[in-house]
């Protein structure tokens, strides 16, 4: 008989509890990863819910009181709050708690937390490549993270034990864990996710300024690939506002490459050039096959 894994913590404090934080917590619970869970957030119905669904053992709205004694804090918020977070959870966290996070932009986030953060306390950040167009604790589940990545782009020096704690974790929840240098992460993820997200909420965008008859139309006769597209920008409004604030540099490097490309695409249309676009269509097909024997899909 296999012995059970012993909790990786005591106390894990999440500030904030949508998506993401009641997903992690939930599939931390189920791993027995850790003793207890409180949560801070700013919305009293989302602590309400996190405690009605079992997601946590306690919430409340005073950082100081969530991250008293805890040996892990997750901040799960839009990006644009770390700042404010790190400053006000500094004084009240213990010699030797580790801080990670979830966001999708790495490079300004270790710089809005870092220097806030006490020197005896290890920052680490992450972020799981995983999530869908819903949001709030009620959309949580268990098993959000499995077979997805969690890239952790810890800043030079930071411990070597805390940062394999921080990997364990992901483990145990069912993640496969990667590390990279954060503006490294943020490129990739510049392209990956950030500009599909920027062109589904341009081509949803256009739809909605479409004359009333047409766009009903639309609406009535979506496809799968506008269907697509709509689940995509329907993600968390104030949450995709924080990332393409945070890694805009990275975001419009990629934009202007793929504004060179569709600029091509747009005459091969206009010459008729079949064979440019077929050839395009057949490297993206290769592409998106390599996605799904990557499990990934």
């Not at 009293?44 to 805890?70: C, E």
């Not at 993270?145 to 800043?155: E, M, V």
């Not at 990332?243 to 540099?249: E, H, S, T, V």
């Amino acid at each position: 008989m296999v012995k059970a894994a012993k909790p990786l913590f005591d106390r894990v404090a999440f500030i904030g509890i949508g998506l993401i934080g009641a997903s992690m917590a939930l599939a931390m619970r189920r791993a027995k990863v850790t003793n207890f869970i409180v949560t801070c957030d700013s919305s009293a119905k989302a602590r309400k819910t996190a405690l009605d669904l079992g997601i946590v053992n306690d919430a409340t709205k005073d950082y100081g009181k969530a991250v008293k004694d805890a040996d892990l804090v997750v901040i799960a918020t839009p990006v644009r709050s770390y700042e404010t977070i790190a400053k006000a959870i500094a004084r009240h966290l213990k010699s030797g708690a580790i801080v990670t996070d979830v966001g999708s932009v790495k490079k300004e986030v270790i710089a809005a937390v870092k220097p806030h953060l006490p020197k005896n306390v290890h920052f680490v950040p992450g972020h799981p490549i995983a999530g869908t167009e819903h949001s709030g604790p009620e959309a949580g589940f268990a098993e959000l993270f499995q077979n997805r990545w969690s890239i952790l782009t810890p800043p030079p020096r930071t411990s070597a034990k805390a940062v394999v704690k921080v990997a364990e974790l992901w483990r145990r929840i069912g993640a496969k864990v990667d590390t990279m240098q954060p503006d490294h992460h943020d490129m990739v993820l510049a392209i990956t996710s950030h500009l599909p997200h920027l062109i589904a909420y341009t081509i949803v965008g256009t739809a909605t300024d479409l004359e009333g008859d047409l766009k009903r139309e639309v609406i009535k006769y979506s496809a799968s690939g506008f269907r697509d597209f709509t689940r995509i920008a329907a993600s968390d409004p104030v949450m995709w506002r924080d990332i393409f604030l945070a890694n805009g540099p990275a975001v419009l490097e990629i934009l202007q490459r793929f504004t060179e490309d569709l600029t091509a695409l747009q005459k091969a249309i206009r010459k008729t050039d079949g064979k440019t676009l077929e050839d395009l269509f057949t490297r993206t097909r290769a592409v998106r096959r390599s996605i799904i024997d990557a499990r990934q899909a």
